[in-house]
């Protein structure tokens, strides 16, 4: 079965930098866009970043210039390398991505990791 697993997040200062690891294993033949979320408590669910499976990338309007998606097919893994840190961007972060399980299988399906705290100290 397919699983996300994610990693990275911490506490850090504001004006810092993390760097979240989103590592997919499994049944996986191949991985299609992969995006990032992010709640905060009493907050709807927001998309931070995606990123397509020929690079192409997308940011929330909150984040661009400070946090760049990226993804290493070979090791099966997303990144979100999050700098310039705010207070504001304190939440949960989710990993998501759209994986073909197996190459007898045509379609992919949606997963999401488990999720990993980003704290921001002012």
């Known amino acids: 079965q397919v699983q996300l697993v994610e990693s990275g997040g911490g506490l850090v200062q504001a004006g810092g930098s993390l760097r979240l690891s989103c590592a997919a294993s499994?049944?996986?033949?191949?991985?299609?866009?992969m995006g990032w979320y992010r709640q905060a408590p009493g907050k709807q669910r927001e998309l931070v970043a995606s990123?397509?499976?020929?690079?192409?990338?997308t940011y929330a309007d909150s984040v661009k210039g400070r946090f760049t998606i990226s993804r290493d097919n070979a090791k099966k893994t997303g990144y979100l390398q999050m700098n310039s840190l705010k207070p504001e961007d304190t939440a949960v972060y989710y990993c998501?991505?759209?994986?073909?399980?197996?190459?007898?299988?045509?379609?992919?399906?949606?997963?999401w990791g488990q999720g990993t705290q980003v704290t921001v100290s002012s």
């Open positions: 998501n991505a759209r994986i073909r399980p197996s190459i007898w299988y045509g379609n992919f399906r949606e997963y």
């Open positions: 499994g049944s996986i033949f191949a991985i299609g866009d």
């Open positions: 990123i397509t499976s020929s690079d192409s990338t």
